[in-house]
């Protein structure tokens, strides 16, 4: 058994969140990254300034890729999938709130850096330097100066306190621990930040809660006191894992005696703390999210009055014309293309792992299960070994176009999701693992260039997932004939990330190079 705090989670990094488009680490992370700054506020906010550092992927994507109007969200605590998101900033206008986004040098190199400064309708202020990391995760790295760590899976309290008092009296600790609080300490040069964490199977008995907010409000040094609400799925401080790659996962499943279709539900209900039927039972509102988010693009049922979308005209001439068909495939891609138009039109679809290759999975696991006739149970136990997967990517490299290109979105859906196909189909874990491998292999290099603006009309997005989806099937068919893919799938991983941190800024979703500076894609900006 691996001791091992740092894995990550297949239902908080892999799979999910579920969002209105039309990306997860642009329009699900500064989501969440200001409902957690309003959490800490405390009260309605009237007040706000959003600073993107000049040098990262924000510029000259954040109305174009959601970021504006999910920060703006998230400051009225709109969660990352309400359907009125994509007017936040509107209901906001309504509301009073007075917004405004600079784009500048704000010190921080992250290509997803921000900094929030907001302000309370009783006038309290707080500042929050925030990175989204890839996936809808995030993390705020600063609290007015003062350096944290606060990621969304905690719930607790910041007790903010001048350096020159920086510690918390003996009565208010002696009575902390006594309840079993957590607490971590965070030090800047003109205050300290006590981080005191509730989040614990140990934090149950009738009052304790009200305890703690006691004690903790009595503290007369006390500057600010914020509180923190756990935003994802998985809470669990204190675990342990029975492995973190591929060599791992296949030596623990022969000595344990584990089949294909048990490793991913394993992983998570240890990574979790969960009973496997909790597991099972989120894992498949996800799998539902994604159905309905292709099943309703192709049926017309969208958010969007004027974009022009192809699954309509498509599922009409896959009905009506000759083409050299693709079998099984051929209602995948279409729902590939059907729910990643969902994605960048702003409509409800889960990300997986990011929402830029949020047609992959449901092509490839979720379309292809239904053709064959898969229980819900059994499309969700796939879907959790697609997502065994992006843990073992997400352990070595970031997901998202700003840090890997598309090679980090669609290339890492499709990896993902031909594992889950060899699962559908009954395979091995060698051969799912291997299926992975080839899949990755592909696509290494893919880039992220999108159009700057919406006249783009979401390309090369939405036919990048079409080919993840072949492509994962196709690589699920060598991996069960037998193919070799010679590179396994760790080192093809790490190979993923040597791509990643050689790859040009310019290729990585900031619109500098590609198809982003094609003539067709600066004038569409332009017009826009």
């Avoid at 036919?463 to 010679?486: I, T």
């Amino acid at each position: 058994m691996i001791n091992e705090h740092n894995s990550a989670s297949i239902l908080n990094d892999v799979i999910g969140p579920v969002l209105s488009g039309p990306s997860s680490s642009h329009t699900a992370g500064p989501n969440r990254i200001a409902r957690t700054v309003r959490t800490l506020l405390g009260e309605e906010v009237t007040e706000a300034t959003i600073r993107l550092e000049i040098t990262g992927s924000y510029p000259l994507t954040y109305m174009s890729h959601g970021s504006a109007r999910g920060f703006i969200g998230g400051l009225m605590d709109m969660p990352s999938d309400d359907i009125h998101l994509i007017n936040a900033l509107q209901i906001a206008e309504n509301k009073g709130m007075e917004f405004q986004f600079f784009i500048e040098d704000i010190g921080d190199v992250h290509p997803n850096a921000a900094l929030l400064e907001v302000t309370g309708a009783s006038g309290n202020k707080i500042s929050a330097m925030s990175h989204s990391i890839g996936g809808g995760m995030f993390e705020i790295v600063s609290i007015d100066g003062v350096p944290v760590d606060i990621h969304g899976y905690t719930d607790g309290y910041l007790v903010k306190i001048p350096a020159e008092q920086a510690a918390l009296p003996a009565e208010v600790l002696s009575g902390l621990e006594a309840l079993n609080c957590i607490i971590n300490t965070h030090k800047g040069t003109e205050n300290v930040i006590f981080e005191i964490i509730t989040t614990a199977k140990h934090i149950d008995k009738p009052g304790q809660l009200e305890k703690i907010h006691d004690i903790l409000f009595s503290i007369k040094t006390a500057v600010w006191i914020g509180k923190l609400q756990s935003i994802l799925p998985v809470t669990a401080l204190s675990y342990e894992v029975p492995f973190t790659n591929a060599k791992e996962a296949l030596a623990y499943s022969e000595e344990h005696n584990i089949p294909l279709a048990d490793i991913g539900l394993v992983y998570e209900t240890m990574r979790s703390n969960m009973p496997a039927e909790e597991v099972l039972e989120l894992i498949g509102i996800c799998v539902q999210a994604m159905r309905r988010s292709a099943v309703e693009s192709v049926a017309g049922h969208t958010v969007s009055s004027v974009f022009p979308y192809s699954g309509p005209k498509m599922d009409k001439a896959i009905k009506t014309r000759e083409y050299a068909s693709m079998g099984t495939l051929d209602r995948a891609v279409l729902w590939s293309i059907a729910a990643e138009e969902n994605s960048v039109t702003g409509g409800i679809v889960c990300a997986a792992p990011t929402a830029g290759s949020a047609g992959v999975c449901p092509g490839a696991i979720v379309s292809v299960g239904d053709e064959l006739g898969k229980s819900e149970e059994e499309i969700a136990r796939a879907m959790l070994n697609a997502g065994l997967i992006g843990v073992f990517i997400v352990n070595q490299t970031p997901f998202g176009g700003e840090t890997g290109g598309c090679q980090a979105e669609v290339g890492a859906a499709s990896g993902m999701s031909a594992s889950g196909v060899v699962s559908l189909l009954g395979g091995t874990i060698k051969e799912a693992f291997d299926a992975a491998a080839l899949a990755l292999q592909n696509l290494l290099g893919l880039v992220c260039d999108p159009p700057t603006n919406s006249g783009g009309l979401g390309r090369p997005c939405i036919n990048r997932n079409a080919v993840g989806v072949a492509n994962a099937v196709a690589s699920a068919d060598l991996a069960l004939w037998g193919f070799d893919p010679v590179i396994p799938l760790d080192e093809v991983i790490w190979a993923m990330d040597d791509v990643s941190k050689r790859m040009p800024g310019e290729l990585r979703c900031t619109c500098k190079g590609a198809l982003s500076i094609t003539p067709t894609s600066m004038s569409e900006y332009k017009d826009s």
